[in-house]
């Protein structure tokens, strides 16, 4: 269990709460009194110094300028400065401004709003950040057991996780100032002027770090400043063990740091001393008391956690992942199923809603990180307003995850018929191979509609939470990706240029399993050699052989159960797209007439007059409550959902295998619109 940060108990020492407020105000204005006393002091001295030069001095000197000999003179000399410093000096102090000066945000405590109390989905990375909070809290009597404070926190994850979410949350928590800024700001064009940036960015944080007791400094993508100055220098190391690798190539590229020994590991190296400097003397009145010989104990640096974020840590240098610099290092992963339903009930208290189905929505976000989940959310409140209601729905959230996953849909709706044909046919093969073959995921939506670049597509999800993949698996998306193909071959007796995407899927898993999982008999991993060794010639051989048996496999499948295959394409062609729901009902009306046959079993054929196949009535596939298409009794289609009297049609007719597909319009399919996708 996650501990929580620490809640001071509550007592009966108020009367009401304006005697609380009134004790808080007090509080607050005691709090750093001696650091608020000194820089009163400060502007006060300065505030009367100027007072006593515009009363006494400017006139004196402006006197003796217009009386004495030497006036003329004096004022040609500060005339001269003035220009020079207009035209040289003013000029170059601006530059070394703009070109020295970080792009950061300096937060104060409590600014952010953000707390340990909204951060969630994950426990166990919470409880890692209260400890540090707690560290940063008691630094002295952490300290004088010995110990010494955490310096550095290494948040590593994709994006979307919450990592700058967790570090303000932590600087709120902590009540100390928090300095965000990106990696790529402290870099410049001018060799040095980077190292000038860390040298001030680090200066502020101390001198905060002084007044508060702690300061946290976090630097975004850091892999952008902190990357490997060679490849013996990587962090991210070598083991052994089980990844869960989430590409079919399962490669990472490796981004090597910056200019060599030029500006860019200059800037690294800056970046290692001032996390981890020799103990200096960090203020004024602290260097002139040593310089007096006043002062002899030893320096206590003012604490400065730095905190940097990354989802290349790979590629980091080995030496700022030492201790002493990124002591800890947090791997912020994707939320499980706990996690979702956490982060789904937080957002969904900030708006109205209807009743949900949690249990659904949870299964929906498999794989969606945090920031993903309040974008759909928020998104689902915009759709709802937009269509006049107050609160959201299941489907205004299913409508807001579906543009976030797939794109907008854009309708071509002067597609030819023969070209929606072929898309449908094209999706249809993916379609079957997808609700016949996943074990572990199902399928969502099948479409020919276009969103973003894609014709159309045809889409799952996870049914359940899975962090590997075992052989059989993995063949199988294969097969599903080379169903397109089949279905193209069986049904078009053609090939399209739709299967690019299909194919490269196909290629790039049968070569990660075959280069590197050793699943063809092999133990040689083609990794070795990096990205050369995956393309080597003896590779194809390989590869080309396990393609061609999944797609024999796949293509006998579509073979062996053509009506399933050509009902979903007809009904495709009639509404464009297509749910789970309407798949599983055309399949279960189909199937009670023609079974299920399983290429892995060979259906047992009669001899004689018995193997004769008795022609099938036509299969009917019912939606009720929706208007799929218009007929007007004569073949044509007028599209808009009403038969020629004007009456919504309840009933699709679907041809089954046993009949020929049709080549041309017929009926309701001929009007359409096209609006969907393509996977293609």
């Not at 190292?195 to 508060?212: D, G, P, Q, S």
């Not at 990587?234 to 740091?257: S, W, Y």
């Not at 970046?271 to 030893?298: A, C, I």
Request: neutral net charge; charged residues 20%; proline residues 5%.
């Amino acid at each position: 269990m996650a501990l929580e940060p620490y809640r001071p108990p509550s007592d009966n020492r108020y009367r009401d709460e304006l005697d609380r407020e009134i004790d808080q105000k007090i509080d607050t204005l005691f709090h750093r009194w001696n650091w608020k006393l000194m820089r009163f002091i400060r502007r006060a001295v300065i505030v009367v110094f100027v007072i006593w030069l515009a009363i006494n001095a400017i006139p004196a000197g402006f006197n003796f300028i217009t009386t004495q000999p030497l006036g003329p003179v004096i004022l040609q000399l500060i005339t001269t400065g003035a220009t020079l410093f207009l035209f040289i000096g003013f000029q170059f102090s601006l530059m070394y401004f703009f070109m020295a000066r970080t792009r950061i945000y300096w937060v104060k405590p409590g600014e952010t709003g953000v707390g340990f109390e909204d951060y969630k989905g994950n426990p166990e990375v919470l409880q890692a950040a209260t400890r540090i909070v707690t560290l940063l809290k008691g630094v002295k009597g952490f300290k004088s057991m010995g110990g010494e404070v955490t310096r550095g926190v290494l948040l590593i994850g994709p994006p979307g996780t919450g990592k700058s979410y967790l570090a303000q949350a932590i600087s709120t928590e902590a009540g100390v100032p928090f300095g965000y800024l990106s990696a790529p700001s402290l870099t410049s064009a001018w060799m040095g002027m980077g190292n000038i940036k860390v040298m001030n960015l680090y200066r502020k944080a101390r001198k905060l770090a002084r007044e508060y007791g702690a300061c946290i400094l976090f630097i975004d993508e850091i892999d952008a400043i902190g990357g490997a100055r060679s490849s013996a220098l990587m962090g991210g190391g070598g083991g052994m063990g089980m990844g869960a690798e989430k590409q079919a190539g399962g490669i990472t590229n490796v981004m090597m740091g910056g200019m060599g020994m030029g500006g860019g590991s200059g800037l690294l190296n800056e970046l290692l001393l001032q996390m981890d400097p020799p103990p200096q003397e960090t203020s004024q009145v602290g260097k002139l008391l040593r310089w007096l010989g006043l002062r002899k104990k030893r320096v206590e640096m003012p604490p400065v956690l730095t905190m940097g974020a990354t989802n290349m840590a790979e590629s980091l240098d080995a030496a700022l992942l030492r201790p002493g610099r990124f002591d800890r290092k947090i791997i912020i992963e994707e939320p499980d199923s706990e996690g979702r339903l956490d982060i789904i009930q937080y957002y969904l208290g900030k708006v109205k809603h209807e009743p949900m189905p949690m249990d659904r929505m949870i299964s929906d976000t498999i794989g969606f990180t945090p920031v993903a989940i309040k974008f759909v959310i928020n998104e689902a409140a915009i759709h709802a307003h937009f269509e006049g209601r107050e609160s959201i729905t299941y489907w205004d959230f299913t409508k807001a995850r579906e543009t976030h996953e797939h794109g907008l849909s854009q309708p071509i709706r002067n597609m030819a018929y023969s070209e929606r044909r072929q898309l449908a046919y094209h999706e249809a093969g993916h379609a079957y191979a997808m609700v016949k073959l996943l074990k572990k995921e199902r399928l969502t939506k099948v479409t020919i509609i276009r969103h973003g670049r894609a014709l159309g597509f045809a889409a799952w999800k996870p049914s359940e939470e899975a962090h590997m993949r075992n052989k059989q698996e993995m063949l199988n998306d294969i097969q599903i990706s080379l169903a397109s193909r089949a279905s193209e071959e069986l049904f078009l007796n053609d090939q399209l240029n739709g299967v690019v995407s299909d194919f490269r899927s196909a290629t790039g898993t049968a070569s990660w399993m075959v280069g590197a999982l050793g699943m063809d008999g092999s133990f040689y991993s083609s990794l070795v050699f990096g990205m050369e060794g995956v393309a080597s010639p003896d590779m194809k051989p390989r590869v080309e052989k396990l393609l061609n048996e999944e797609y024999r496999k796949v293509k006998q499948l579509l073979e062996n159960n053509k009506e399933g295959v050509i009902s979903i394409a007809e009904a495709l062609i009639l509404r464009n797209e297509l749910t789970d729901i309407d798949v599983n009902e055309i399949l279960a009306r189909v199937e009670a007439q023609h079974p299920f046959v399983d290429p892995h079993k060979p259906e047992e054929r009669p001899f004689g007059l018995l193997a004769t196949r008795t022609q099938p009535e036509t299969a009917i596939v019912r939606r009720n409550g929706r208007q799929n298409g218009t007929s007007n009794g004569n073949g044509n289609g007028n599209g808009n959902g009403h038969n020629g009297n004007g009456k919504p049609i309840d009933v699709i007719t679907v041809p089954l295998a046993s009949q020929a597909p049709p080549a041309e319009p017929s009926g309701p399919s001929a009007e359409l619109d096209m609006g969907e996708e393509q996977d293609w």
